[in-house]
């Protein structure tokens, strides 16, 4: 019986720290990485803001097939959704099976003739469990990596569109 108490209020006491300790860390995370590339706002335009054209530069789009219904893409395990456009970016839904919706934005942004930086970035707004705190942790490391080799491609393919 003492064995029993003992194993019930460890898991409480352990339960305890481990929320307070997620409770520590914040409910909104963004990762967000940005690239400079020689390209005008409408090319730029044309392949952030098209779905149908983000299979020539994401990778997973290349692998999987993307399935259209309606204005939703459906690729993988991922939904995606446009949300909004203006001149100088684009808002998605996009939601990954198993965990909380992304608010995903690309923006490009003048800095001169001829050269815009793009602004790509993920926002998420998770609840105060801890796996969904602590599975924040991982964002950065995992979002950021995939962004990065995404925003090559696309400075890759605008490169070749701008020296057409």
């Known amino acids: 019986m003492r064995l029993i108490k003992l194993v019930i209020i460890s898991l409480l006491v352990l339960g305890t720290i481990v929320t307070a300790i997620s409770a ?5 995370v963004i990762v967000s990485r940005a690239v400079e590339v020689s390209a005008n706002a409408s090319q730029i335009a044309h392949y952030t803001s098209d779905l149908n054209q983000w299979q020539y530069w994401m ?3 290349k692998e999987n097939k993307a ?6 893409v459906y690729i993988g395990t991922q939904t995606i ?16 099976t198993g965990q909380r919706p992304y608010i995903v934005k690309l923006e490009w942004i003048p800095l001169q003739q001829g050269i815009y930086v ?3 970035s993920f926002e998420q707004h998770v609840k105060w ?3 969904e705190k602590f599975q924040t942790l991982l ?6 990596y995939k962004m990065e080799m995404e925003l090559a491609n696309l400075r890759e393919l605008l490169l070749q569109e701008h020296n057409k």
């Open 24 to 28: 520590l860390f914040p409910s909104t």
């Open 59 to 61: 990778s997973d789009w």
């Open 67 to 72: 399935t259209w219904k309606d204005s939703t």
């Open 81 to 96: 959704k446009q949300v909004s456009k203006n001149d100088s970016s684009v808002t998605y839904d996009w939601v990954a």
């Open 118 to 120: 793009i602004h790509w």
């Open 129 to 131: 469990y801890p796996w």
């Open 139 to 144: 964002n950065e490391k995992v979002l950021g």
